[in-house]
């Protein structure tokens, strides 16, 4: 079965350091893995995927993921943190494969603080 | 492109009534939509997968009496919560995919407080 874990319920960064969100995975196989961004108020939105075509994934707003195997992670990493990245991020793993969306098991999420 | 609204954004009933939730995709046709629950500091959990003109499915452990699903549309979904009790207190998000299920788009979620 699938799950994936994300280890920290809350990272604070300041504003134009370096945004590291970490999220580890469980899968019987090659899994399809996701970020999702939560702003308040907003619907869940679409960071970036994983589709097992490249390890190292570009999503919006500057964000990117790296899937490493060995590890089972799939960190998410942003150089500069702006004010408005301040939001919740979820980690999620699906049961189908080659990047598409089957069912989805979501991290219990990671709040993100910017200060100025 | 891609918008799926809840209506309401939150709601307050009593114990023992019925309340009920849309989803809707605004500028898609929505093949099939999905229902969540997340409680406070935990994952959004499954509850049901629904397909238009069909009926849903229930996640293991969802009492599909209770917590009644209909997708009559290609734009509107709406899950009933049915005699409410506190325990349903909750967030219900719901999420909406095109004729190609690549990607799901999610709602903002809807706020239900069970008196």
């Known amino acids: 079965a699938q799950s994936v874990t994300q280890l920290d319920s809350h990272v604070s960064v300041s504003e134009g350091t370096p945004v590291l969100l970490r999220c580890n995975y469980s899968s019987s196989y090659s899994p399809s893995l996701f970020w999702y961004v939560q702003h308040p108020n907003k619907g869940l939105q679409l960071l970036l995927k994983y589709t097992s075509a490249a390890t190292l994934v570009k999503g919006i707003n500057g964000f990117e993921a790296e899937f490493k195997k060995s590890e089972t992670s799939f960190h998410l990493t942003k150089p500069s943190a702006h004010m408005s990245d301040a939001a919740e991020y979820f980690c999620?793993?699906?049961?189908?494969?080659?990047?598409?969306?089957?069912?989805?098991?979501f991290g219990k999420g990671t709040k993100l603080s910017v200060k100025p | 492109g891609a918008v799926v609204s809840q209506h309401p954004s939150w709601v307050i009933c009593k114990s023992g009534t019925s309340v009920k939730i849309e989803c809707r995709s605004l500028?898609?046709?929505?093949?099939?939509m999905f229902w969540y629950r997340q409680f406070p500091k935990q994952s959004l959990m499954l509850m049901a997968t629904?397909?238009?003109?069909?009926?849903?499915?229930?996640e293991q452990g969802v009492e599909k009496d209770k917590f009644l699903i209909n997708h009559a549309s290609l734009t509107l979904s709406t899950l009933t919560v049915t005699s409410a009790h506190p325990e349903d207190s909750s967030f219900y998000i719901c999420?909406?995919?095109?004729?190609?299920?690549?990607?799901?788009?999610f709602g903002p979620g809807t706020r239900l407080t069970v008196l």
């Open positions: 500028d898609f046709q929505a093949t099939t």
């Open positions: 999420s909406a995919s095109d004729r190609v299920p690549d990607t799901q788009y």
């Open positions: 629904s397909n238009e003109g069909s009926k849903a499915t229930y």
């Open positions: 999620v793993v699906s049961d189908a494969p080659g990047g598409s969306q089957g069912n989805l098991i």
